[in-house]
């Protein structure tokens, strides 16, 4: 991964924001839209005076999302990192045959490259919550959150259970949630570039900087194993002596008189 890689698959994961910029647009230019109502396919159908805007949003989104995932990919980790590739470029591709098939014309290829672009892109930002999680705690909670809000409410969208939000309002939370999700990724991996480059060779493996961070973290956490050791063994109680032979067989006879231990027994 070059410094430049990561600055353009940031910048083309930043760009998707395009998006709600065209979404604005769009709406504003269809009589009587609501976002609550009406969904975003609405606005790629022959009523909406700037389908053509719209459309071709769709399928510049797809190709952000698809480039972001190929030239980001190789620095995620992982399983998560690979697996997160897939699905993007899976919702990327869902996207952009959006764009080409409209709601009102071919409306089985819409529907499912809909579905393909909602359900891929949420469990994508979960995948992707894993790669990055070697990076930034804070970045893989936050897209950890974003991709399960997404499967809900596209699991809740495709079951037509609206609740207060409305169909739109509930399309809107499912396809919202992988555009921020992407941007904060995008800044976040262009700005720890620095970082990580330093942290790894050419190759992907570990620098030597990395070796003896790695190394200083090992003898911190075996200073602490064994400073918890020694606390413990400090703190631990010492056994009972065992008793004297006179009080042992006391203790084993009811019958014995310590005052006179030669006093008869009783039967």
Same mark, same amino acid.
């Given at each position: 991964?070059?410094?430049?890689?990561?600055?353009?698959?940031?910048?083309?994961?930043?760009?998707?924001?395009? #998006?709600?910029?065209?979404?604005?647009?769009a709406?504003? !230019?269809?009589?009587?839209?609501a976002?609550?109502?009406?969904?975003?396919?609405?606005?790629?159908?022959?009523e909406?005076? /700037?389908?053509?805007?719209?459309?071709?949003? #769709?399928?510049?989104?797809?190709?952000?999302?698809?480039?972001?995932?190929?030239?980001?990919?190789?620095?995620?980790?992982?399983?998560?990192?690979?697996?997160? !590739?897939?699905?993007?470029?899976?919702?990327?591709?869902?996207?952009? @045959?959006?764009g080409?098939?409209?709601?009102?014309?071919?409306?089985?290829?819409?529907?499912?490259?809909a579905?393909?672009? @909602?359900?891929g892109?949420?469990?994508?930002?979960?995948?992707?919550?894993?790669?990055?999680?070697?990076?930034?705690?804070?970045?893989g909670?936050?897209?950890?959150?974003?991709?399960?809000?997404?499967?809900?409410?596209?699991? #809740? *969208?495709?079951?037509?259970?609206f609740?207060?939000?409305?169909?739109?309002?509930?399309? +809107?939370?499912?396809?919202?949630v992988?555009?921020?999700?992407?941007?904060?990724?995008?800044?976040a @991996?262009? !700005?720890?570039?620095?970082?990580?480059?330093?942290?790894?060779?050419?190759?992907?493996?570990?620098? +030597?900087?990395?070796?003896?961070?790695?190394a $200083?973290?090992?003898r911190?956490?075996? /200073?602490?194993? !064994?400073?918890?050791?020694?606390?413990?063994a400090?703190? $631990?109680?010492?056994?009972?002596?065992?008793?004297?032979?006179?009080?042992?067989?006391?203790?084993?006879?009811?019958? *014995?008189?310590?005052?006179?231990?030669?006093?008869? $027994?009783r039967?």
């Open positions: 991964m070059t410094d430049s890689r990561y600055r353009l698959g940031g910048l083309t994961w930043v760009l998707t924001l395009q #998006f709600f910029v065209v979404e604005a647009i709406a504003s !230019r269809f009589g009587g839209y976002y609550t109502r009406d969904t975003i396919s609405d606005l790629g159908t022959a909406s005076s /700037a389908r053509v805007l719209m459309n071709g949003s #769709f399928i510049v989104q797809g190709v952000l999302i698809i480039a972001g995932a190929l030239l980001l990919g190789p620095g995620l980790a992982g399983t998560g990192g690979r697996l997160s !590739r897939v699905l993007l470029t899976v919702s990327g591709i869902g996207v952009l @045959l959006v080409v098939f409209p709601s009102d014309g071919n409306a089985t290829v819409h529907a499912v490259a579905g393909a672009h @909602l359900l892109g949420a469990i994508g930002l979960t995948a992707l919550a894993y790669g990055v999680r070697p990076r930034s705690e804070g970045l909670t936050t897209l950890a959150v974003l991709g399960l809000l997404g499967i809900i409410a596209t699991i #809740f *969208f495709g079951a037509a259970v609740l207060f939000l409305g169909e739109g309002g509930t399309e +809107r939370v499912a396809a919202y992988l555009p921020i999700g992407l941007v904060a990724a995008g800044i @991996l262009w !700005r720890q570039k620095d970082d990580w480059l330093a942290l790894t060779n050419p190759d992907g493996t570990p620098s +030597r900087r990395q070796l003896r961070e790695d $200083r973290l090992q911190a956490q075996q /200073a602490a194993a !064994r400073d918890a050791a020694l606390e413990a400090a703190t $631990r109680r010492p056994e009972p002596r065992p008793a004297a032979p006179v009080q042992q067989a006391a203790a084993d006879d009811d019958d *014995f008189d310590p005052d006179d231990p030669w006093a008869p $027994r039967r």
